[in-house]
């Protein structure tokens, strides 16, 4: 069985508006566990003025969710990031610390306005990428600018950026015209990443499982393989891996 990977996820306890305790943390990460995910990307928000949680405190959440997920999970491999609102302070806002990149390297998870001007996305990756980081573009299928232009998303991986989409929105949880659209996304080969975006156990829930049938069914095994396992392990995990050479 594939083991897949959630990039992109609100897992991590009382941090944010993701689970307020451990034990539905715990109980969101058997989910994915069951779901056939191995490897998952907890990304607490971060955005001035809304969600700025210290550093220490997120570290300190991390570390105990960790230690219960080794006991409970063993085979589940949890990696710490941040899903960091872009502003004009974003290259500063990582450089200093508050908010990290994904596990340490130099990958980093940008969540753009869904009114965001297109202009502004390519501005603001540009300006990310000449400080030596690279942008995953998150749920990028919630920008108003890339579904009125789709080949807004072929430009930003050009300039060296990564694409990722919610499980939600390919699965059709958002309505009809996003799931087609990120289907359309599919068929021209311009998603790198799948993420669950999961907040809680109601409204937004664990889905990679759903996800990775969808995919399977219509682009076939491989390209769900390569868009869940073979690409986060090949990009991120080899950046990982760059950090003890």
Do not use: W
């Amino acid at each position: 069985m594939p083991e897949y990977f959630d990039m992109h996820c609100h897992l991590l306890y009382g941090v944010d508006d993701g689970p307020k305790e451990m034990e539905e943390a715990l109980q969101m990460l058997r989910q994915e566990y069951d779901d056939g995910v191995r490897t998952v990307y907890l990304t607490p928000h971060y955005r001035k003025k809304m969600f700025e949680c210290p550093a220490d405190t997120i570290a300190r959440h991390f570390e105990a969710l960790q230690a219960q997920v080794k006991q409970a999970l063993p085979e589940l491999k949890l990696r710490l990031g941040c899903e960091i609102h872009v502003s004009m302070d974003v290259v500063e806002d990582i450089k200093s610390g508050r908010c990290a990149t994904m596990s340490g390297t130099e990958l980093v998870l940008l969540e753009f306005s869904e009114t965001a001007e297109k202009k502004y996305i390519l501005e603001r990756c540009h300006a990310v990428i000449n400080k030596g980081y690279v942008p995953i573009v998150a749920h990028a299928e919630r920008c108003v600018a890339v579904r009125k232009d789709i080949e807004l998303l072929q430009r930003l991986q050009n300039m060296g950026a990564y694409i990722q989409m919610s499980a939600g929105s390919i699965i059709g949880e958002d309505g009809f015209l996003l799931k087609r659209f990120c289907r359309k996304v599919m068929q021209m080969d311009l998603l790198d990443f799948v993420g669950s975006d999961a907040h809680d156990m109601k409204s937004r829930k664990v889905n990679i499982g759903k996800c990775a049938d969808y995919i399977e069914k219509t682009m076939g095994a491989d390209y769900r393989d390569q868009i869940m396992c073979v690409n986060p392990m090949e990009i991120v995990e080899r950046s990982i891996g760059k950090r003890y050479e």
